[in-house]
């Protein structure tokens, strides 16, 4: 895990000023709250006093995070430790005395962090901020969520009546530094089998971030109407858990029955349990270009940044 | 990890606190609680109305100790008694698979060690328990802690915690005065913590009758290092004295066990303090838990980074201390008590018979 990577570990209306929440990137725990200036500020989960996590304090007016265990309050830009409130009067504290703080950035109705606390702000961040949003806490490593997500999306994703086929539009390639691959989808509704069908009514598009696996979805009908756009944000957390974030919008032109049928109930959902017994049988397809396709661009950017430099 | 040595008792032995500073910083630095496990100690098992004719099981650093009575009598064993096959007995218990045991102060105390060593001398001294024990039933309980039994200790020594954690039961950081002084040889830590006009404890306020808005409080934790055993006595004016034995026994290294006493018979009959302070118990340390909980994977192993530390952290600092050197002494083979435990701390704690 690369320390300048920029991870969606929260959506927005997650961070609040009411109570920090807790969220981990790999072994790394991390807490976020919102000042009172609406800023997201993220520091590690670790209260550098007596190890406690931080998100069991509370926020004070001033914006700070105040441990609960003995009080010790930090600022959350910095890190610094700004009072302790049992030594009584003004007092000063060395440099040394901080929570180590993160990068923050906040954009279309998510939060990013980076570990680098240096890290330039990501290059660019959605600005729209899709209406419908969810989190969920998948117990399928970040790997194998994504390589899944390539071979079968049905055992992660969930778009109300929509069947995948194992056939596909155009196969895994890179595009604009993203993984991209567009698979031939049947309504659940009385057709022929997808082995015999010679046209298919709709497709998804997937587009992921090649490192974070930050994934672009794009549900279309054969006379290109977009249908659902999604974006879903999968995060290794403790334990092998994949914690995925996602925001989706509904198309405003969704002709048919079965299109239309999207605006009811529930459109899009991420599946919180795997099918093992399905997952394990999986043919590798689509990922088992993954991970060549990934060497290929980071060698890509890697060249870019030399020429730049 | 259970083998005795038991060689030359008469080494040096120099004050590890008031010796070099970088040292003490190093000891305060090093501090990996799961890694301390210290022998010849009494440990209160179990309160004496819990031993009965069929065995209780208990754990110390999770060697078994069977527990039960013959004739009244409480004994206690490595093995239980329908085991048909015992095999590995430890150097703990003589020949018969028996420990040393005592029953004083309503507990039953099994010693943790090498048996030729255990000696009454080595209790620890508790002025306000009745040394027969028979405190009614409504003052003495269990808890139990999911973290290292040094941790939950030093979460006891350092009290300006319970002004955040506790707050609601013996109120919040809001005085005019703290100060803190702290005591110690080689087998004891004693704090002192005197606050001046402090907010009421709400348990105080609602139950136990004082009315006004601030008291006068003077606060006394002493440690039993060995032991792992806390006196906790509290003075406030106005309001009720607090009498609590806080033994905390290493049932394994990263879990804790608290057979408490409560001696609340200090408070009027008709005082629902009486009653209530004893139970306030099941929630403070659920409280504790919330922090020591989670804290104590992250004791687990040593740690690169050092704990950042505060001048009210010198207790819980002279603890780790204390408990640093006691391990690294019994690891040269010295397990002898150089300070006498048993003898009546009464004035030490300023506990006054009343
Ligand atoms: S552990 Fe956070 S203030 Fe003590
Ligand atoms: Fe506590």
């Not at chain 1, 989706?248 to 991420?270: D, Q, V, W, Y």
């Not at chain 2, 490595?78 to 150097?91: A, L, R, V």
Request: charged content about 20%; aromatic content about 10%.
């Amino acid at each position: 895990m690369t320390e300048d990577v920029w991870w969606a570990v929260a959506r927005s209306e997650e961070v609040t000023g009411d109570k920090p929440i807790n969220i981990d990137i790999g072994d790394q725990p991390v807490v976020l709250w919102r000042d009172k200036d609406g800023f997201v500020r993220a520091l590690e989960d670790r209260c550098p006093h007596r190890r406690a996590p931080l998100s069991l304090g509370c926020v004070l007016a001033s914006g700070a995070i105040q441990c609960g265990y003995h009080g010790w309050t930090y600022d959350g830009e910095s890190g610094r430790l700004v009072d302790i409130p049992n030594l009584k009067g003004e007092q000063k504290y060395p440099p040394i005395y901080r929570a180590v703080p993160f990068a923050v950035s906040e954009g279309g109705g998510f939060v990013r962090i980076c570990l680098n606390a240096k890290a330039a702000a990501p290059v660019s961040p959605t600005t729209e901020t899709l209406p419908l949003s969810g989190t969920e806490n998948v117990s399928l490593s970040h790997e194998h969520l994504i390589a899944a997500l390539f071979d079968d999306p049905a055992l992660v994703i969930a778009i109300k009546g929509v069947h995948y086929t194992p056939y596909l539009m155009s196969e895994l390639a890179e595009q604009n530094g993203k993984l991209v691959l567009e698979r031939s989808c049947q309504w659940k509704s009385p057709h022929w089998p997808a082995p015999f069908s010679s046209d298919f009514p709709i497709t998804l598009r997937i587009g992921t971030d090649p490192v974070t696996g930050e994934t672009d979805l794009l549900l279309r009908d054969n006379a290109f109407n977009t249908l659902l756009s999604a974006t879903v944000a999968p995060v290794p957390a403790a334990r092998g858990v994949t914690q995925v974030r996602w925001r989706a919008k509904l198309g405003s032109t969704r002709p048919g029955l079965m299109a239309k049928m999207l605006g009811f109930g529930t459109p899009f959902r991420i599946l919180p349990s795997v099918n093992g017994a399905a997952l394990r049988t999986l043919k590798p397809s689509a990922s088992i270009h993954a991970a060549a396709l990934r060497e290929e661009i980071r060698s890509h950017q890697a060249a870019a940044h030399n020429v730049a430099a | 990890m259970l083998d005795i040595k038991d060689t030359a008792p008469e080494q040096d032995f120099a004050d590890p606190i008031a010796g070099d500073p970088r040292n003490f910083a190093a000891a305060v630095n090093n501090w990996v609680p799961h890694d301390i496990v210290l022998k010849d100690a009494w440990f209160p098992l179990a309160h004496s109305f819990a031993v009965v004719d069929k065995p209780a099981r208990r754990s110390v650093y999770s060697q078994p100790f069977y527990l039960w009575r013959e004739n009244g009598v409480a004994v206690a064993a490595e093995f239980h008694p329908n085991d048909t096959d015992p095999t590995d007995k430890s150097d703990f218990s003589d020949a018969a698979g028996r420990y040393p045991v005592l029953e004083h102060y309503g507990y039953v105390w099994c010693w943790f060690g090498n048996p030729a060593n255990a000696d009454p001398a080595h209790l620890p001294s508790i002025p306000y328990l009745p040394a027969e024990g028979n405190l009614p039933k409504h003052m003495l309980g269990t808890v139990r802690f999911d973290c290292t039994a040094p941790l939950s200790l030093e979460n006891l020594i350092d009290l300006t915690h319970a002004d955040f954690l506790h707050a609601d039961v013996v109120g919040d950081e809001k005085m005019d005065k703290e100060v803190v002084e702290v005591f110690y040889d080689s087998e004891t830590i004693t704090m002192v913590r005197r606050c001046t006009n402090k907010s009421v404890a709400p348990i105080m306020k609602w139950f136990g009758g004082v009315k006004s808005d601030v008291q006068q409080v003077r606060q006394v934790i002493r440690i039993y290092l060995r032991s792992h055993a806390a006196i906790a006595y509290g003075r406030f004016s106005p309001g009720d004295n607090v009498q609590l034995f806080h033994p905390c026994v290493p049932e394994t290294r990263d879990r804790t066990r608290l057979d408490y006493a409560m001696n609340t018979s200090n408070v009027k009959k008709s005082n629902l303090f009486r009653y209530l302070m004893p139970k306030a118990s099941y929630k403070v340390s659920r409280q504790d838990s919330t922090m020591t909980s989670p804290q104590s994977p992250r004791y687990m192993n040593p740690e690169t980074r050092k704990d950042l530390h505060s001048p009210l952290d010198e207790a819980g600092q002279k603890y780790r201390v204390l408990m640093t050197a006691l391990a690294e002494r019994q690891a040269r083979g010295d397990f002898a008590y150089r300070d006498n435990v048993s003898a009546d701390c009464s004035e030490i704690i300023g506990y006054d018979g009343k």
